[in-house]
């Protein structure tokens, strides 16, 4: 077997020599550019390595204030004195932690590579050491931190004897926490877990506002060709600086589930996507075919109720995905090496397809077929005015059914298709979000001011930074709305507690806030990275298997984890989970702590994972069996009725049916279900506790019990 050194330095090897050539063109990832004070810019990297490039501060014709400390400084490689210089579509950079620790960061169109080592700069002097295998100089040498262009004593392309030539740049926070997350993430001997690398990141945030990092609010803004600095940091008397529009200042930076939230003195506050939308796995996993599925009462359903009682008020679907057709890299901490595959989360990396693993026009249709108008908002036309629209706040209706797919954060923040510019232009960002609000003020004045935000710092949207691949060099903020604006929507007559919303989005659900300003009929959202082709299969089985008469939402939720527990297929519904579970993806009640389901009982949100079905009370096998049984009737309220007969003639006294009533045999699941299974059983098919039921009631949410 091949060691782990060598595989290592093979892939080192193969890396530089792309980085060297600049091999590949455009990859279908990108990230926040890299442009070096001589305006040559870097390209993203691939698809499986999704990933932040540093993007350095231009300087124009005015040089770039001499940084207080070494940290402040990146330094970008130019050429070895061999002679090999670094392609147009490449970058490698050279980072300094204030913790003493060295990134050496390289990336290109189809590849990342980082080493680590630690550095020491005492009296104008630089230490350098790293240790890996591939990478290894140990060289103590004169630094002069106002140069520009320097040259420090060891090649990058090579082991041997020789210097390399850098050119000095700065960093904006936020895409320094990127770069600093991404070279963790790109050097596998790191030993780092991704929370860890989460906490450098905002580390090295921190430190920049606590040392009084001028790079901290200084932002570069493209104007007339030359570049201008801006920051409420400097005055115009500041020698050599042409000082533009103020930025505002940075109070805090706070670490969310996989990013940082950055809120400002005066200004919208930031969230930093730093892991997110895990690509398609690369280990995905084929169901197999259970012992029941050929039976043909798998497909029996039985005739719609008529009673809508449970179904939402509304019979509008809506689908807005920001991010359906143009492609977006959703950040990742799994990274796909040669012969070696890391792993976060169940999830592996693979290819990001841009539609995910969801069939908008085949569930539209299937909706349509139950009396649904569905509705989209799909890539740029996801913007505000059309979300506002689509969730209601024009009509004063929520929709039925809502599924929003797109980026997402734990403090519950949504970003939409408003493209606000790159993140190297946080003030061009900040306007076209001020436009943005300016545009519905018209019509929502108080969308603005809500819950005391004012024009300059709304609470109800904010800026999300992403990356993105049809343009390779750079990441991009995207306007997002908060938790607020969907209490903004209730405020409106928005009210979303007949509705079902599945919110396609990764960790948005590992904090409550999210669900509680939705505060939903039937909620579904994720607390943890997931890969949209599952994230897309969700959606689909929400769909398929509720248009189907009194199946709940909540019976969908049990099927989901049943199916990704077995990794069998027994209603054909479940082929949609076909080829889009990680084989790493737990296959216990673990995985009912990455997708959460909630229905409101009209003041409280009852988890799905503890209650009902999943209880720890009952066995859910036993009642999926009772269920099953009871559709076999073809009318739900008959199927319950004789549930309820087998009960009081033979269960209640632990007696089997046998000979003696063919179906009370047929539906007994293995064994004497209890009182409360059947309860509940009933509780599922008609909404009403046919048998006394003594677990938590969970709220019943259906979507074509009516009919069309």
Same mark, same amino acid.
């Given at each position: 077997?091949?060691?782990?050194?060598?595989?290592?330095?093979?892939?080192?090897?193969?890396?530089?020599?792309?980085?060297?050539?600049?091999?590949?063109?455009?990859?279908?990832?990108?990230?926040?550019?890299?442009?070096?004070?001589?305006?040559?810019?870097?390209?993203?990297?691939?698809? !499986?390595?999704?990933?932040?490039?540093?993007?350095?501060?231009?300087?124009?014709?005015? #040089?770039?204030?001499?940084?207080?400390?070494?940290?402040?400084?990146?330094?970008?490689?130019?050429?070895?004195?061999?002679?090999?210089?670094?392609?147009?579509?490449?970058?490698?950079?050279?980072?300094?932690?204030?913790?003493?620790?060295?990134?050496?960061?390289?990336?290109?169109?189809?590849?990342?590579?980082?080493?680590?080592?630690?550095?020491?700069?005492?009296?104008?002097?630089?230490?350098?050491?790293?240790?890996?295998?591939?990478?290894? #100089?140990?060289?103590?040498?004169?630094?002069?931190?106002?140069?520009?262009?320097?040259?420090?004593?060891?090649?990058?392309?090579? +082991?041997?004897?020789?210097?390399?030539?850098?050119?000095?740049?700065?960093?904006?926070?936020?895409?320094?926490?990127?770069?600093?997350?991404? @070279?963790?993430?790109?050097?596998?001997?790191?030993?780092?877990?991704?929370?860890?690398?989460?906490?450098?990141?905002?580390?090295?945030?921190?430190?920049?506002?606590?040392?009084?990092?001028?790079?901290?609010?200084?932002?570069?803004?493209?104007?007339?060709?030359?570049?201008?600095?801006?920051?409420?940091?400097?005055?115009?008397?500041?020698?050599?600086?042409?000082?533009?529009?103020?930025?505002?200042?940075?109070?805090?930076?706070?670490?969310?589930?996989?990013?940082?939230?950055?809120?400002?003195?005066?200004?919208?506050?930031?969230?930093?996507?730093?892991?997110?939308?895990?690509?398609?796995?690369?280990?995905?996993?084929?169901?197999?075919?259970?012992?029941?599925?050929?039976?043909?009462?798998?497909?029996?359903? #039985?005739?719609?109720?008529?009673?809508?009682?449970?179904? #939402?008020?509304?019979?509008?679907?809506?689908?807005?995905?920001?991010?359906?057709?143009? &492609?977006?890299?959703?950040?990742?901490?799994?990274?796909?090496?040669?012969?070696?595959?890391?792993?976060?989360?169940?999830?592996? +990396?693979?290819?990001?397809?841009?539609?995910?693993?969801?069939?908008?026009?085949?569930?539209?249709?299937?909706?349509?077929?139950?009396?649904?108008?569905?509705?989209?908002?799909?890539?740029?036309?996801?913007?505000?005015?059309?979300?506002?629209?689509?969730?209601?706040? &024009?009509?004063? !209706?929520?929709?039925?059914?809502?599924?929003?797919?797109?980026?997402?954060?734990?403090?519950?923040?949504?970003?939409?298709?408003?493209?606000?510019?790159?993140?190297?232009?946080? @003030?061009?960002?900040?306007?076209?979000?001020?436009? $943005?609000?300016?545009?519905?003020?018209?019509?929502?004045?108080?969308?603005?001011?809500?819950?005391?935000?004012?024009?300059? &710092?709304?609470?109800?949207?904010?800026?999300?930074?992403?990356?993105?691949?049809?343009?390779?060099?750079?990441?991009?903020?995207?306007?997002?709305?908060?938790?607020?604006?969907?209490?903004?929507?209730?405020?409106?007559?928005?009210?979303?507690?007949?509705?079902?919303?599945?919110?396609?989005?990764?960790?948005?659900? $590992?904090?409550?806030?999210?669900?509680?300003?939705?505060?939903?009929?039937?909620?579904?959202?994720?607390?943890?990275?997931?890969?949209?082709?599952?994230?897309?299969?969700?959606?689909?089985?929400?769909?398929?298997?509720?248009?189907?008469?009194?199946?709940?939402?909540?019976?969908?939720?049990?099927?989901?984890?049943?199916?990704?527990?077995?990794?069998?297929?027994?209603?054909?519904?479940?082929?949609?989970?076909?080829?889009?579970? !990680?084989?790493?993806?737990?296959?216990? +009640?673990?995985?009912?702590?990455?997708?959460?389901?909630?229905?409101?009982?009209?003041?409280?949100?009852?988890?799905?994972?503890?209650?009902?079905?999943?209880?720890?009370?009952?066995?859910?096998?036993?009642?999926?069996?009772?269920?099953?049984?009871?559709?076999?009737?073809?009318?739900?309220?008959?199927?319950?009725?004789?549930?309820?007969?087998?009960?009081?003639?033979?269960?209640?006294?632990?007696?089997?049916?046998?000979?003696?009533?063919?179906?009370?045999?047929?539906?007994?699941?293995?064994?004497?279900?209890?009182?409360?299974?059947?309860?509940?059983?009933?509780?599922?098919?008609?909404?009403?506790?046919?048998?006394?039921?003594?677990?938590?009631?969970?709220?019943?949410?259906?979507?074509?019990?009516?009919?069309?």
């Amino acid at each position: 077997m091949v060691s782990q050194v060598v595989r290592r330095a093979a892939l080192i090897a193969a890396g530089l020599s792309i980085v060297v050539t600049a091999c590949g063109g455009p990859g279908g990832s990108g990230h926040p550019g890299a442009t070096t004070p001589e305006g040559s810019s870097g390209t993203g990297a691939p698809t !499986s390595s999704a990933q932040a490039l540093p993007t350095a501060q231009a300087q124009g014709s005015q #040089p770039l204030p001499v940084p207080s400390a070494i940290e402040q400084a990146v330094y970008f490689l130019t050429e070895d004195s061999s002679g090999t210089k670094v392609g147009s579509d490449s970058q490698i950079t050279l980072m300094f932690e204030p913790n003493g620790r060295v990134a050496l960061y390289a990336a290109s169109s189809t590849e990342e590579l980082s080493h680590h080592g630690t550095w020491q700069y005492n009296d104008d002097r630089l230490s350098l050491k790293f240790t890996d295998v591939d990478f290894k #100089p140990d060289a103590t040498f004169e630094l002069n931190l106002a140069d520009s262009t320097v040259t420090m004593p060891f090649l990058v392309f090579g +082991t041997g004897t020789g210097t390399s030539i850098w050119k000095r740049g700065s960093l904006w926070v936020v895409p320094k926490t990127m770069a600093v997350f991404a @070279a963790d993430a790109a050097d596998p001997d790191a030993g780092v877990t991704p929370d860890q690398a989460l906490d450098e990141a905002v580390g090295v945030a921190q430190a920049m506002i606590d040392s009084g990092d001028p790079n901290v609010d200084v932002v570069p803004v493209a104007l007339s060709g030359a570049f201008r600095l801006t920051s409420a940091r400097r005055t115009a008397g500041d020698a050599g600086l042409s000082v533009g529009s103020p930025s505002p200042n940075i109070d805090s930076v706070s670490k969310l589930q996989d990013g940082l939230h950055i809120e400002y003195e005066n200004g919208p506050a930031i969230d930093v996507a730093l892991a997110g939308w895990t690509a398609e796995p690369s280990d995905a996993t084929a169901l197999t075919v259970g012992p029941i599925a050929s039976d043909p009462r798998v497909r029996l359903d #039985p005739a719609r109720p008529g009673n809508g009682k449970d179904d #939402p008020a509304n019979k509008r679907a809506v689908f807005i995905v920001p991010f359906a057709s143009r &492609k977006y890299v959703g950040r990742n901490w799994t990274r796909l090496l040669p012969n070696k595959v890391l792993t976060w989360a169940g999830a592996q +990396t693979g290819l990001i397809k841009a539609t995910g693993g969801f069939s908008w026009n085949g569930e539209a249709d299937k909706l349509k077929g139950v009396g649904y108008d569905v509705a989209r908002a799909f890539d740029a036309d996801a913007n505000l005015a059309k979300i506002i629209e689509l969730l209601g706040g &024009k009509s004063s !209706s929520a929709p039925g059914l809502v599924i929003f797919r797109t980026h997402g954060e734990s403090n519950g923040d949504l970003s939409t298709g408003v493209d606000l510019g790159p993140t190297t232009d946080l @003030a061009g960002a900040e306007e076209k979000l001020a436009a $943005a609000l300016k545009e519905v003020s018209g019509t929502y004045p108080d969308l603005a001011t809500f819950e005391g935000g004012t024009a300059a &710092k709304p609470k109800t949207v904010s800026l999300f930074a992403v990356e993105r691949n049809d343009d390779p060099k750079l990441g991009e903020f995207f306007l997002a709305i908060t938790p607020a604006f969907w209490r903004w929507l209730d405020s409106h007559g928005a009210k979303f507690d007949r509705s079902l919303v599945y919110i396609a989005a990764c960790s948005t659900d $590992a904090s409550p806030d999210l669900r509680k300003a939705v505060h939903a009929g039937a909620y579904f959202g994720w607390a943890a990275d997931i890969n949209s082709i599952l994230a897309g299969a969700v959606g689909n089985y929400l769909i398929d298997s509720m248009v189907r008469p009194t199946h709940t939402a909540k019976d969908a939720y049990y099927n989901i984890f049943r199916i990704v527990s077995t990794r069998q297929r027994i209603y054909d519904e479940d082929q949609d989970f076909e080829m889009a579970i !990680s084989g790493g993806l737990a296959k216990s +009640t673990g995985f009912l702590d990455l997708l959460h389901g909630y229905g409101w009982d009209g003041s409280a949100l009852v988890p799905y994972a503890t209650s009902g079905w999943l209880d720890r009370k009952m066995n859910p096998g036993n009642v999926w069996w009772l269920v099953f049984a009871a559709r076999w009737d073809q009318h739900a309220p008959d199927g319950a009725d004789a549930l309820v007969k087998c009960e009081m003639t033979y269960w209640q006294v632990h007696e089997q049916a046998g000979l003696r009533d063919a179906f009370c045999n047929a539906a007994a699941p293995g064994g004497v279900p209890s009182s409360d299974e059947v309860g509940y059983a009933t509780f599922v098919l008609t909404g009403k506790q046919l048998v006394p039921y003594s677990g938590i009631e969970v709220p019943r949410l259906t979507l074509a019990d009516g009919g069309t």
